[in-house]
């Protein structure tokens, strides 16, 4: 028997073609001046949020038109398939990284959590088990890696010691792996309207993520998430359209150090942006991350970063919380992070 094929409904299809439009042409767009990021949403005319779907290009200062070249003016529509698709442009500011109070034993997900010769607080998300048989608290790398510029080793400490958490008496993992944090750029050439035209553009991030082995003279670690409860068991590391979009809509909670529980609702899975916080002032390319906006004011804050974000329903793990700003919160896709770390589930 042939197995039966999902289908897109009309709407997902309509989401479908943005997201490819979107995609097909962030290269020459993110060349524009003043672009701090790109998504699939809905067109805002007049202050107001209207039904149609658009490709949003989001500015740090909209410029009048006469002021700009022609090569540097963001275009109305964007082409894929033969098929013309409109572009909504809008202002917006940079999203911050989540830079980040009670001791916590057993380890569970929600706590604060921090190398232990640093002064800042992030969220332990939650503990997994790779295929070594040892457990590791997963966070970003931003948080147990201090952006890249920490050594393999180093000692993790739940509280954080912003929280109160002592250098040695608290220290419960040690740093083990992260997915590098890109800030270098590269020279591309890409076909445009007016012929090829030769770029500089920053390398893309994918995840903010790092784990950290849990010490084996510790007592115990739990996968157990705080108000969250435990976490579905997730393995799946496909990243396909139909699976995107079908997180579209959701409903979603985490627990984190500083807002604690909160509830938000998924508005996309396209999103692309610059993030900034990091060491020295940089800000970081990322690309295909899911955005949530609270449904009872804030869904994070920062000190936040680290969480898991799972179904609000089901607990299947969506997301890793590791930026936002005012009523939005940017997570990386579940999916890439647990294929990046080799993590075998959560």
Same mark, same amino acid.
């Given at each position: 028997?042939?197995?039966?094929?999902? $289908?897109?409904?009309?709407?997902?299809?309509?989401?479908?073609?943005?997201?490819?439009?979107?995609?097909?042409? $962030?290269?020459? +767009? =993110?060349?524009?001046?003043?672009?701090?990021?790109?998504?699939?949403?809905?067109?805002?005319?007049?202050?107001?949020?209207?039904?149609?779907?658009?490709?949003?290009?989001?500015?740090?200062?909209? +410029?009048?038109?006469?002021? *700009? #070249?022609?090569?540097?003016?963001?275009?109305?529509?964007?082409?894929?398939?033969?098929?013309?698709?409109?572009?909504?442009?809008?202002?917006?500011?940079?999203?911050?990284?989540?830079?980040?109070?009670? =001791?916590?034993?057993?380890?569970?997900?929600?706590?604060?959590?921090?190398?232990?010769?640093?002064?800042?607080?992030?969220?332990?998300?939650?503990?997994?088990?790779?295929?070594?048989? &040892?457990?590791?608290?997963?966070?970003? !790398?931003?948080?147990?890696?201090?952006?890249?510029?920490?050594?393999?080793?180093?000692?993790?400490?739940?509280?954080?010691?912003?929280?109160?958490?002592?250098?040695?008496?608290?220290?419960?993992? #040690?740093?083990?792996?992260?997915?590098?944090?890109?800030?270098?750029?590269?020279?591309?050439? +890409?076909?445009?309207?007016?012929?090829?035209?030769?770029?500089? +553009? =920053? !390398?893309?991030?994918?995840?903010?993520?790092?784990?950290?082995?849990?010490?084996?003279?510790?007592?115990?670690?739990?996968?157990?998430?705080?108000?969250?409860?435990?976490?579905?068991?997730?393995?799946?590391?496909?990243? &396909?359209?139909?699976?995107? *979009?079908?997180?579209?809509?959701?409903?979603?909670?985490?627990?984190? $150090?500083? #807002?604690?529980?909160?509830?938000?609702?998924?508005?996309?899975?396209?999103?692309?942006?610059?993030?900034?916080?990091?060491?020295?002032?940089?800000?970081?390319?990322?690309?295909?991350?899911?955005?949530?906006?609270?449904?009872?004011?804030?869904?994070?804050?920062?000190?936040?970063?680290? #969480? *898991?974000?799972?179904?609000?329903?089901?607990?299947?793990?969506?997301?890793? *919380?590791?930026?936002?700003?005012?009523?939005?919160?940017?997570?990386?896709?579940?999916?890439?992070?647990?294929?990046?770390? !080799?993590?075998?589930?959560?």
């Amino acid at each position: 028997m042939a197995m039966k094929r999902e $289908r897109l409904s009309p709407e997902s299809k309509e989401y479908e073609l943005l997201i490819r439009a979107k995609d097909a042409n $962030r290269l020459l +767009i =993110r060349s524009k001046p003043n672009v701090i990021g790109l998504d699939v949403g809905l067109r805002v005319k007049g202050g107001k949020v209207t039904k149609e779907k658009v490709v949003k290009v989001y500015v740090s200062k909209k +410029i009048e038109k006469e002021f *700009l #070249s022609e090569t540097d003016l963001i275009p109305s529509t964007v082409e894929i398939d033969g098929k013309q698709v409109s572009v909504d442009v809008e202002e917006g500011k940079i999203d911050r990284i989540h830079r980040f109070d009670l =001791r916590v034993r057993p380890l569970i997900g929600g706590p604060s959590i921090s190398p232990h010769n640093v002064w800042y607080s992030g969220t332990l998300g939650v503990c997994v088990t790779l295929n070594d048989n &040892n457990t590791y608290i997963l966070s970003n !790398n931003h948080v147990l890696a201090d952006s890249n510029q920490l050594a393999m080793g180093t000692n993790i400490i739940q509280p954080s010691q912003a929280d109160g958490g002592h250098p040695v008496n608290d220290v419960v993992a #040690s740093l083990s792996d992260f997915v590098p944090l890109e800030f270098g750029s590269r020279t591309i050439t +890409i076909p445009t309207p007016f012929g090829p035209m030769t770029i500089t +553009i =920053r !390398n893309t991030n994918y995840v903010d993520a790092a784990i950290a082995q849990v010490n084996d003279d510790f007592n115990g670690a739990n996968r157990e998430i705080h108000w969250v409860g435990y976490p579905k068991y997730y393995h799946d590391t496909s990243w &396909n359209f139909i699976k995107r *979009l079908s997180l579209i809509g959701r409903r979603v909670c985490k627990m984190g $150090r500083t #807002s604690h529980y909160t509830v938000g609702q998924i508005i996309s899975v396209s999103y692309d942006a610059w993030i900034s916080g990091y060491p020295g002032g940089q800000n970081a390319w990322f690309e295909d991350q899911v955005r949530i906006k609270g449904l009872h004011g804030r869904f994070s804050a920062p000190g936040d970063s680290g #969480s *898991l974000v799972v179904d609000a329903e089901t607990n299947e793990p969506v997301g890793l *919380l590791f930026s936002g700003g005012g009523d939005y919160t940017n997570a990386n896709p579940i999916d890439k992070v647990i294929s990046e770390l !080799n993590i075998p589930q959560i």
